[in-house]
């Protein structure tokens, strides 16, 4: 049973910095991509970041030069650290993970508010 498990979302300041985690668990099949995602209120779900096993990573053009995705394969663990942020970028942040099988699951979201 896979499981998708996020943490580290809060309530910054603009210019503020976060770390998200999503720790992956429950599968013996191979992790290929890993990624987040977020979606604004009223707004539908929106690319933010991949990382592939290899470390090759691809950004929205939103926050690119701000954050940065990195992932641990040993611990099967994803993260997004977020830099100089903006009133922007507040909403809830999903987790993503691709199987070597086509499988893709989802973490429970991670809401991130960016306010003064």
Known sequence: QV???????GLVQPGGSLRLSCAASGSLVSITIMGWYRQAPGKERKFVATINRSGSTNY???VKGRFTISRDNAKNTVYLRMNSL????TGVYYCNV???DYRNYWGQ????TVSS
Do not use: M, R, W
């Open 3 to 9: 499981q998708l498990v996020e943490s580290g979302g």
């Open 60 to 62: 929205a053009d939103s």
């Open 86 to 89: 903006k009133p922007e970028d």
């Open 98 to 100: 691709y199987y070597a």
């Open 109 to 112: 979201g991670a809401q991130v």
